[in-house]
């Protein structure tokens, strides 16, 4: 089944890179998906790899909105699908894995996570994402080796693209597959080390969370909006905390910033580059400890310290024994 020739958007469609046209037959998308693929050298080019995979993905998705029947001649976006779209197009069905055609069940298992990590960030939503990421790498098929690297670089880029929506499951990915000791040599995972990254800072947040950190009070009162004054006391019990923490995250877990409020936490700088500055003036005009010395002790004592040490050179020496 080939594309047609259209115009506009659908130039740019996931129909027109699968060279098929819109159409609600899942498996002829995977077909296309497969002749794709085998054009293409997963190892030494895996952005085409990557690329081709999103358009796959996208089109599983909107063959599940398209009426059954033929294929349909329509216009679409190139741009991804948006947690809004995904919201208004059907639910997916319960996967059944005793289908019988197990391929069915393991792109309706594929699907499912990637419609999943579009949505809105819930507690409900969350616990459906880890369902269905278990359920998925736990599939029997993934004992077939190609098929294993194959989720495996899925995984890889999906988790990346969906940051920070893919935070729930990214701990439970990185453990399957052991990202965390292999990051020094998984070249052929783009993005890996932002996906480690993230864990690391996934964990620094649930740790500020507590009360009992050190600085879960500055990191709570960064999250609320900018206070109409702050007062000297404020500034004396938070302003250290607030200044550690922030160069700690900034360095070590930059992610974790992005949940404070940006406005709170210019201000925050603001008043911390102040502080700075005023005292590297202080420490400038500060006498230094000779200065102190000289200083303590009036223009006449020293007069009268060189006269006496003048006396001691200048006197006779003593007879000899």
């Known amino acids: 089944m080939k594309r047609h020739d259209g ?11 699968l060279d098929i046209d819109p159409t609600s037959d899942i498996r002829a998308v995977r077909s296309a998906y497969a002749r794709k693929l085998k054009a293409i050298d997963v190892e030494s080019d895996s952005a085409a790899f990557i690329s081709l995979r999103r358009h796959f993905d996208r089109a599983m998705l909107l063959a599940a909105r398209l009426p059954a029947g033929n294929a349909v001649r329509m216009e679409y976006s190139s741009a991804p699908a948006t947690s809004e779209s995904l919201q208004r197009s059907p639910a997916l069905q319960p996967v059944d894995r005793s289908e019988a055609d197990g391929s069915v069940s ?11 990590l579009w949505q809105p960030p819930n507690t409900e939503r969350d616990v459906h994402l880890c369902e269905a990421t278990r359920a998925l790498l736990e599939s029997p098929l993934l004992e077939n080796i190609d098929r294993a690297a194959f989720t495996e670089r899925w995984f890889a880029a999906a988790l990346l693209d969906a940051i920070p929506r893919s935070d729930a499951i990214i701990a439970i990915v990185s453990d399957h597959y052991h990202w965390h000791e292999r990051v020094a040599g998984v070249r052929e995972l783009p993005g890996l080390p932002s996906i480690i990254q993230r864990r690391e800072d996934i964990a620094c947040s649930q740790r500020l969370r507590r009360t009992d950190h050190d600085w879960h009070a500055a990191y709570s009162y960064l999250q609320a909006s900018i206070r109409p004054s702050v007062t000297d006391e404020q500034k004396r019990t938070l302003g250290n905390q607030i200044a550690e923490m ?3 995250i900034r360095y070590y877990h930059p992610t974790v910033e992005s949940e404070l409020d940006g406005g709170h936490v210019a201000y925050w700088d603001r008043l911390i580059g102040e502080a700075k500055t005023a005292r590297k003036a202080e420490k400038k005009i500060q006498p230094t400890f000779l200065q102190n010395i000289f200083g ?3 223009y006449w004592g020293w007069m009268l310290i060189l006269l006496a040490l003048s006396a001691l050179v200048a006197g006779d020496p003593p007879p000899p024994r």
Do not use: K, Y
């Not at 115009?7 to 890179?17: I, V």
């Not at 393991?106 to 999943?116: A, I, Y």
């Open 246 to 248: 922030l160069e700690s």
């Open 106 to 116: 393991f792109e309706r298992l594929t699907q499912e996570v990637q419609q999943l």
């Open 7 to 17: 115009t506009g958007e659908n130039r740019h469609s996931p129909w027109r890179d």
């Open 296 to 298: 303590f002790i009036p």
